[in-house]
């Protein structure tokens, strides 16, 4: 035995140490790996004493999303007891789906590699025989005890040293024995047992035994089997990380006073599972929602992550909080999928129509009834996709009368043929509309029909059967006069800007009211558009704008700047933080838009999609529950509009009445109205002056002291005579 008289071993302290770590408090392993994770060293400058910026990985990857979202608890904490993804036949159906599906592509892709598999499964089990041998050798040997025997030694305790020789000598001996039986047992059993054994006892105990002497011939770090699937890996967000970002974007300071970043809340996972959220107080330094709205990049970047995966709402409490939600990914480039309309099932317009998935892969819905809605966008964005998927949604209700004018002549809208009541294509006569802009006329003054008809009949309905006054699910399915009318306009600022300008303010002026009106009346408008200001002139644009503005809720995909984004949001939703502008850009953000004013809660929203086949599909699904239902009507029944042919140079004549030389043309226009409504019911003095140019002038006349704008008695009989003689 070889020992220093200088360096004894310390058994007192040896002893002390063993008891202080028994009596020691029980450590949090998170915060231990936390704490041994790389750390950044680069600490800025005045960091608060105590306050570490970690940003390590996840220990473990962490799954890519779920079939299902992840219930919330209840109030009392409880989640539910049959999970979510068993609950209903449907979404067991769907959990049976996946699992399936993803039990075959890992059965195909290891199959594929199998082959390479065995090749390492036998190269690494010839190597843990080897490891196997010397295990059993160091476990017969007992080296673990040479340590404690080396320290009686370093103590000259000749007394300990010699019984834990004896001790050794023993075990050795002993497990000596045991090797001896085992080696022993092995050389004579196998050669007994193996004729006597069944071929897949052999098979099943050569696999359990080499993928054993594998395991343990392999590194540690090496795996055999690669895994089929492979789970994303994000940055941990905590309070360090937070503050870290918002004091390097300016928005507070750590040992200056009252510049300290607060939280109004702890920070936790959000009900979906897809992110961090936490209430986040300003200091108060002056700092503002607008400022925070303005650092947003700066602060996506001090927490090391991609803009699109943070996420600021404001607090209705305080203009100086916020709430932050930070993605684990980035969820805006997760398409939301198809449609579930394509089941093709009879949908009610009373319900809220599937639109798409927010943010934190809520599914996001939309209750048409009572409001407009407009819809805008850069071209190719996603816009007439996502006006179509609502009139997709309202064409399956078989009580819903829909008209169609697409400004923009495109195949998009073709298929609502099938369907559509009435169906306007373009701006100019084409080879699928040969007269448009009167046939959009004849739509609006038939739809502003309507509204007065619905009007008078909800007014003499007893109270008994409509104690509100207004229609409901049943008074529609009642009465066919009271069915809702859904109206789609696609690019509805051509039709302010066609060549006539009579023309243009005839239709401003049948839009505005029935914006105004229609809702109220069972009416939907949904509008599209990529150029929503800057249209018209004088009242034209005045009408424009008080249309446009007039919608009840908007929805906003990327946009070329933050003017565009203005005008399809309004002016209040970029003070709240909402700028189209800044959504991101590329072919995978396609169908991403701000939803404003349906709700609170502001989403930004993956819409569902429906190409050209799905839509014929849906169509041709909601024709046929049109047919069974009775419903089908206007053009899609083959309906033609009888459009009578007017002498309008004889009825202006007949508003003459005796002793009259001229007339204005607003009692001109208000006479034919009053005599004949079925033909002049929405004419204006413009229009009137439109109908009457190619025959007679627009000149000045005098008509009870006020001169103004009108048609003379004598210039209307010469262009009679003149016809007459023609």
Not at 14 to 36: K, N
Not at 430 to 440: A, G, V, Y
Not at 488 to 512: C, H, M, P, R, W
Not at 623 to 645: C, F, M, N, P, Y
């Amino acid at each position: 035995m070889a020992s220093n008289p200088d360096d004894r071993f310390d058994w007192e302290a040896y002893e002390a140490d063993l008891t202080r770590q028994a009596d020691a408090d029980v450590v949090d392993l998170d915060d231990e790996r936390a704490r041994r994770a790389p750390r950044r060293r680069d600490r800025p400058t005045g960091a608060a004493a105590g306050t570490h910026f970690d940003v390590p990985l996840d220990e473990a990857p962490q799954p890519g999303g779920a079939l299902v979202d992840v219930p919330p608890a209840g109030p009392d904490g409880r989640r539910p007891i049959v999970p979510t993804s068993l609950r209903g036949w449907a979404n067991l159906r769907a959990t049976v789906r996946y699992a399936v599906g993803l039990t075959a592509y890992r059965t195909g892709y290891h199959a594929l590699r199998s082959p390479w598999y065995a090749t390492q499964a036998g190269f690494w089990a010839s190597v843990g025989l080897f490891r196997l041998l010397g295990r059993q050798l160091r476990w017969w040997w007992l080296s673990e005890q040479y340590g404690l025997r080396q320290a009686a030694a370093d103590a000259k305790d000749a007394q300990l040293w010699l019984k834990l020789h004896r001790e050794v000598k023993a075990t050795r001996a002993w497990r000596g024995t045991v090797l001896a039986a085992e080696l022993g047992a092995l050389a004579i059993g196998a050669p007994v047992l193996w004729p006597l054994t069944p071929w897949w006892v052999k098979a099943t105990a050569a696999v359990l035994g080499v993928s054993y002497l594998a395991h343990i011939g392999r590194p540690a770090d090496r795996r055999i089997i690669s895994p089929a699937t492979v789970a994303g890996r994000f940055r941990r967000v905590n309070p360090d990380i937070i503050l870290r970002a918002y004091y390097a974007a300016g928005l507070g300071h750590p040992d200056r006073p009252n510049q300290q970043i607060t939280f109004g809340s702890t920070m936790a996972r959000d009900a979906s599972g897809t992110g961090s959220q936490v209430l986040i107080d300003l200091p108060f330094n002056g700092k503002t929602w607008e400022d925070v709205l303005k650092a947003k990049p700066a602060i996506a970047a001090g927490m090391d992550v991609s803009v699109n995966q943070v996420f600021v709402t404001r607090d209705p409490s305080s203009h100086r909080r916020h709430l932050l939600f930070v993605a684990d990914r980035d969820p805006l480039a997760v398409p939301a999928g198809k449609t579930p309309l394509l089941d093709c099932k009879v949908r009610d317009i009373w319900a809220e129509a599937p639109f798409g998935l927010d943010e934190r892969g809520r599914k996001v819905t939309l209750a048409l009834m009572w409001i407009s809605v407009l819809i805008g966008a850069q071209p190719r964005k996603g816009k007439t996709f996502a006006t179509r998927l609502l009139a997709l949604f309202a064409a399956l209700d078989p009580y819903v009368t829909l008209l169609v004018a697409d400004g923009k002549m495109s195949a998009d809208w073709d298929k609502f043929r099938l369907v559509a009541h009435r169906y306007v294509c373009g701006v100019v006569p084409n080879s699928r509309d040969n007269d448009p802009i009167p046939h959009l006329l004849d739509m609006l003054r038939e739809i502003k029909r309507h509204i007065e008809q619905v009007n008078d009949l909800l007014a003499k309905l007893p109270t008994s059967e409509c104690p509100e006054g207004k229609i409901t699910r049943d008074l529609s399915r009642k009465y066919p006069q009271l069915r809702v009318w859904l109206l789609v306009l696609e690019e509805f600022q051509t039709y302010f800007e066609t060549d006539d300008q009579d023309v243009n303010k005839e239709i401003a002026g049948l839009l505005s009211f029935i914006m105004a009106v229609g809702p109220s009346a069972g009416v939907i408008i949904l509008s599209s558009s990529q150029k929503p200001s800057g249209v018209g002139a004088g009242d034209v644009a005045r009408l424009f704008n008080r249309y446009r503005d007039n919608h009840a809720v908007r929805f906003a995909l990327k946009c070329g700047n933050r003017v565009v984004s203005e005008a399809i949001l309004g002016g209040d939703a970029y003070a709240e933080g909402f700028d189209a502008s800044t959504l991101p850009n590329g072919r995978d953000y396609r169908g991403v838009g701000i939803l404003y004013g349906a709700s609170d809660d502001t989403a930004t929203v993956r819409t569902y999609l429906a190409d050209h086949t799905d839509a014929e599909k849906i169509l041709s699904a909601a024709r046929k529950h049109r047919e069974r239902a009775g419903t089908l009507t206007g053009d899609a029944a083959g309906e033609t509009v009888a459009r009578e042919v007017r002498d309008v140079l004889a009825d202006v004549r007949a508003a003459f009445h005796p002793g009259e030389p001229g007339l204005h043309w607003t009692t001109i226009a208000a006479r034919l109205a009053e005599r004949m409504p079925e033909h002049y019911a929405d004419l204006t003095a413009d229009a009137a002056s439109a109908l009457l140019r190619e025959h007679v002038p627009s000149v000045s006349v005098k008509v009870r002291g006020t001169v103004n704008r009108g048609a003379r008695l004598k210039d209307l009989d010469d262009a009679i005579n003149r016809r007459k003689s023609a």
